[in-house]
């Protein structure tokens, strides 16, 4: 049997870079949640937002974080207090005057006079904690074990307080012998000293390197210049003044008289006085002030404490940066290693991958920047959510009673200008030089070598079924669309703001990809009219000003039909109100409710205009107003135009149906409705 030789794999360290065993970001939900979060009346910046804070299906969102956060804050709060130094020291001390006074009952050669001095001593003690430590401070102990207890108080007093300013210096002088004190007071002093050369602008680099190798082992940030040396000391002691500022003032009290008794020397306490003084200075901008409120029952210490604080004060900074409510706010501003620090691993992946969500949903062509720095959905979003809606419309009309399916575009005719693929059952013309180009293509692409097909030295084309395209014809001339919604104040109030956006878009989204050939123009009208493009008015906030300008909305429409003289004018007028406002000879608009008879009459002679265009008109009204309904019969009557008065739900088939019917054979008179997505129509009678 021959043996098989596999290459051998191998491993090297991973340097960096992307995580490769990082799962792909998927953005197909978050553009799915987006869009219909834009289409609910969101802006597109709040829409991302909105999904990065939930999360999706499979993916905890910032709003999981901040809870993970809040909780975690809380449970630091209610589970500790701020006792436990003095509570340790209270315990020491209780321990050393019982161990003395168990030596004074035992020694029998002790001078009676001399022993009902000590006891009087011990029983006169005050109730005070710290003065109680300061009137001992000069007691001659008889009991070892008491001396060693009361040294231990010193000891833990300085190490304390030392821990308070430098992490872990609780547990690192544990033991200490003299020498290892004064190794502290050195690195005090000339910690002190280059910080006061800094504050002077005198220092250098060499001074800080110098500074470190000489007291390194004290400072395992490892700072790499005076200013990360000083940020790293500074945040640790305003969280140190800050768990003071959070205790009672018999607490503080207690502390500071205590204090003088650290290591023995009040040289300590002089030396961190002058520290924090120095920081305090360079770094006015920490939270000096702050304070917190603890309710629990463990204790804890001066060092353990200013852990906590700045526990706290990293979970706040987290808090923020993940509320993103600031100005230019990015998921990058995310610390994850504080993230990882607080939450554990687990968080920080979350909050990466949605950090490579966010840069995912930059990138993807889908969102873009204006010229004013909002976000905006790009030409390529608004497609993929106009396909959508079309898709919903032409279910709608499909599920009426009455429809039949077509194939072609128009019954016969002109060419409409556009093509598409063929399907089985077409009659249409090819379109030739697209048929022939998609098959030049193909062939291309599939990079056969030169010569194998043929002897003519280069790649045969063959034509395939795939490559045909026809062109769709139309009954009639092109079409000059002017869809006028209505962005009153009522419109939003009453629920109407999304379907009327949603409509826009499937009109817009149905004449750019099957009627190329048509001409629409979309007009907002409130207090007064402009015209929009699809992205401005499928971002666009719902709007508060009260006011119904048809007049304003009516002139713009017949400037753009008078652009189309030979195109056939289509009008479709979605609205909830009689007009209430309209503009005067001067360009300033009047607005005054109930509607004002000139408003009326201006509305009606634009109206008119419209009909001795030709146009076709529709008026969709919403609502069941008895007012509303007499102004728009009446008004449909003038210009043979029809009213229908859809279900909010319905309004996207409707104004899709009637657009199609206006360019149907048998035009409006045969009140055809119906929907070409994907080739398909469905006609209703």
């Given at each position: 049997?021959?043996?098989?030789?596999?290459?051998?794999?191998?491993?090297?360290?991973?340097?960096?870079?992307?995580?490769?065993?990082?799962?792909?970001?998927?953005?197909?939900?978050?553009?799915?949640?987006?869009?219909?979060?834009?289409?609910?009346?969101?802006?597109?910046?709040?829409?991302?937002?909105?999904?990065?804070?939930?999360?999706?299906?499979?993916?905890?969102?910032?709003?999981?974080?901040?809870?993970?956060?809040?909780?975690?804050?809380?449970?630091?709060?209610?589970?500790?207090?701020?006792?436990?130094?003095?509570?340790?020291?209270?315990?020491?001390?209780d321990h050393a005057v019982l161990s003395e006074r168990g030596q004074l009952a035992r020694d029998i050669d002790m001078d009676d006079g001399e022993r009902?001095?000590?006891?009087?001593?011990?029983?006169?003690?005050?109730?005070?904690?710290?003065?109680?430590?300061?009137?001992?401070?000069?007691?001659?102990?008889?009991?070892?074990?008491?001396?060693?207890?009361?040294?231990?108080?010193?000891?833990?007093?300085?190490?304390?307080?030392?821990?308070?300013?430098?992490?872990?210096?609780?547990?690192?002088?544990?033991?200490?012998?003299?020498?290892?004190?004064?190794?502290?007071?050195?690195?005090?002093?000339?910690?002190?000293?280059?910080?006061?050369?800094?504050?002077?602008?005198?220092?250098?680099?060499?001074?800080?390197?110098?500074?470190?190798?000489?007291?390194?082992?004290?400072?395992?940030?490892?700072?790499?210049?005076?200013?990360?040396?000083?940020?790293?000391?500074?945040?640790?002691?305003?969280?140190?003044?800050?768990?003071?500022?959070?205790?009672?003032?018999?607490?503080?009290?207690?502390?500071?008289?205590?204090?003088?008794?650290?290591?023995?020397?009040?040289?300590?306490?002089?030396?961190?006085?002058?520290?924090?003084?120095?920081?305090?200075?360079?770094?006015?901008?920490?939270?000096?002030?702050?304070?917190?409120?603890?309710?629990?029952?463990?204790?804890?210490?001066?060092?353990?404490?200013?852990?906590?604080?700045?526990?706290?004060?990293?979970?706040?900074?987290?808090?923020?940066?993940?509320?993103?409510?600031?100005?230019?706010?990015?998921?990058?501003?995310?610390?994850?290693?504080?993230?990882?620090?607080?939450?554990?691993?687990?968080?920080?992946?979350?909050?990466?991958?949605?950090?490579?969500?966010?840069?995912?949903?930059?990138?993807?062509?889908?969102?873009?920047?204006?010229?004013?720095?909002?976000?905006?959905?790009?030409?390529?979003?608004?497609?993929?959510?106009?396909?959508?809606?079309?898709?919903?419309?032409?279910?709608?009309?499909?599920?009426?009673?009455?429809?039949?399916?077509?194939?072609?575009?128009?019954?016969?005719?002109?060419?409409?200008?556009?093509?598409?693929?063929?399907?089985?059952?077409?009659?249409?013309?090819?379109?030739?030089?697209?048929?022939?180009?998609?098959?030049?293509?193909?062939?291309?692409?599939?990079?056969?070598?030169?010569?194998?097909?043929?002897?003519?030295?280069?790649?045969?084309?063959?034509?395939?079924?795939?490559?045909?395209?026809?062109?769709?014809?139309?009954?009639?001339?092109?079409?000059?669309?002017?869809?006028?919604?209505?962005?009153?104040?009522?419109?939003?109030?009453?629920?109407?703001?999304?379907?009327?956006?949603?409509?826009?878009?499937?009109?817009?989204?149905?004449?750019?990809?099957?009627?190329?050939?048509?001409?629409?123009?979309?007009?907002?009208?409130?207090?007064?009219?402009?015209?929009?493009?699809?992205?401005?008015?499928?971002?666009?906030?719902?709007?508060?000003?009260?006011?119904?300008?048809?007049?304003?909305?009516?002139?713009?429409?017949?400037?753009?039909?008078?652009?189309?003289?030979?195109?056939?004018?289509?009008?479709?007028?979605?609205?909830?109100?009689?007009?209430?406002?309209?503009?005067?000879?001067?360009?300033?608009?009047?607005?005054?409710?109930?509607?004002?008879?000139?408003?009326?009459?201006?509305?009606?002679?634009?109206?008119?205009?419209s009909g001795r265009l030709g146009a076709q008109v529709t008026f969709f009204r919403l609502g069941s107003d008895a007012g509303l309904a007499r102004f728009?019969?009446?008004?449909?009557?003038?210009?043979?135009?029809?009213?229908?008065?859809?279900?909010?739900?319905?309004?996207?088939?409707?104004?899709?149906?009637?657009?199609?019917?206006?360019?149907?054979?048998?035009?409006?008179?045969?009140?055809?409705?119906?929907?070409?997505?994907?080739?398909?129509?469905?006609?209703?009678?």
């Amino acid at each position: 049997m021959t043996r098989r030789h596999y290459p051998r794999s191998r491993y090297t360290p991973y340097d960096g870079g992307p995580d490769p065993l990082a799962s792909p970001v998927d953005i197909s939900e978050a553009l799915d949640a987006i869009g219909q979060d834009v289409m609910s009346g969101y802006s597109p910046e709040r829409a991302m937002r909105e999904f990065l804070r939930r999360g999706g299906q499979d993916r905890r969102g910032l709003d999981d974080l901040a809870r993970r956060i809040a909780e975690k804050r809380r449970e630091l709060t209610q589970r500790h207090n701020l006792d436990g130094t003095l509570q340790e020291v209270k315990e020491l001390l209780d321990h050393a005057v019982l161990s003395e006074r168990g030596q004074l009952a035992r020694d029998i050669d002790m001078d009676d006079g001399e022993r009902a001095l000590r006891e009087l001593t011990l029983d006169n003690l005050p109730p005070s904690t710290a003065a109680a430590v300061s009137e001992l401070s000069s007691y001659d102990w008889q009991s070892r074990e008491a001396r060693e207890d009361f040294e231990r108080i010193k000891d833990l007093l300085g190490r304390e307080m030392l821990d308070q300013r430098f992490a872990g210096m609780k547990e690192a002088l544990e033991n200490a012998t003299d020498e290892d004190r004064a190794r502290i007071n050195e690195m005090l002093t000339d910690l002190n000293d280059l910080l006061s050369k800094h504050a002077a602008g005198q220092d250098t680099q060499q001074d800080f390197e110098d500074f470190m190798n000489k007291h390194g082992e004290f400072f395992p940030e490892n700072p790499q210049n005076v200013d990360e040396l000083i940020d790293a000391l500074a945040q640790r002691a305003a969280a140190a003044q800050r768990m003071m500022n959070s205790m009672t003032a018999e607490q503080r009290a207690e502390l500071m008289q205590l204090a003088e008794q650290a290591f023995g020397s009040p040289a300590l306490m002089e030396q961190l006085a002058q520290l924090d003084a120095n920081l305090q200075a360079l770094r006015p901008g920490e939270d000096w002030s702050g304070s917190e409120r603890f309710d629990g029952e463990q204790g804890l210490g001066l060092g353990d404490g200013t852990g906590v604080l700045q526990d706290l004060a990293d979970l706040d900074g987290l808090a923020e940066q993940l509320a993103q409510s600031y100005d230019g706010a990015r998921l990058d501003d995310i610390d994850l290693d504080k993230l990882a620090q607080q939450l554990g691993d687990d968080a920080a992946v979350d909050a990466r991958t949605l950090q490579r969500l966010e840069q995912a949903l930059r990138d993807s062509g889908y969102l873009k920047r204006s010229s004013d720095g909002r976000l905006k959905l790009s030409p390529k979003a608004m497609r993929q959510l106009g396909k959508a809606l079309l898709k919903d419309v032409a279910k709608r009309m499909s599920g009426r009673q009455g429809q039949r399916d077509l194939r072609q575009a128009g019954a016969a005719g002109e060419q409409s200008g556009a093509t598409r693929e063929w399907q089985f059952g077409d009659t249409e013309p090819w379109d030739v030089t697209r048929t022939i180009t998609n098959a030049v293509r193909r062939t291309v692409a599939e990079h056969r070598p030169i010569g194998s097909t043929g002897s003519t030295g280069g790649p045969r084309v063959r034509l395939k079924v795939g490559d045909v395209e026809v062109a769709e014809t139309e009954a009639r001339t092109q079409a000059a669309v002017a869809l006028l919604v209505d962005t009153s104040f009522s419109m939003a109030m009453d629920g109407r703001w999304v379907p009327m956006k949603r409509t826009a878009l499937a009109l817009h989204t149905l004449i750019r990809s099957r009627f190329r050939g048509d001409a629409l123009q979309l007009i907002g009208f409130g207090r007064h009219a402009q015209v929009m493009d699809i992205e401005e008015l499928t971002g666009l906030d719902a709007m508060w000003d009260k006011g119904t300008n048809l007049h304003h909305a009516l002139l713009l429409a017949n400037r753009f039909f008078r652009k189309h003289p030979h195109a056939q004018p289509v009008l479709l007028i979605v609205t909830d109100g009689e007009p209430t406002s309209h503009l005067e000879p001067n360009g300033e608009v009047y607005f005054e409710y109930p509607p004002h008879p000139l408003t009326v009459a201006y509305s009606v002679r634009e109206l008119d205009t419209s009909g001795r265009l030709g146009a076709q008109v529709t008026f969709f009204r919403l609502g069941s107003d008895a007012g509303l309904a007499r102004f728009v019969d009446s008004m449909a009557r003038r210009v043979e135009g029809r009213v229908i008065a859809p279900e909010l739900d319905d309004l996207g088939a409707a104004v899709v149906g009637s657009y199609l019917g206006s360019r149907g054979p048998a035009g409006l008179e045969g009140g055809h409705y119906g929907d070409w997505f994907g080739g398909r129509g469905f006609w209703v009678e």
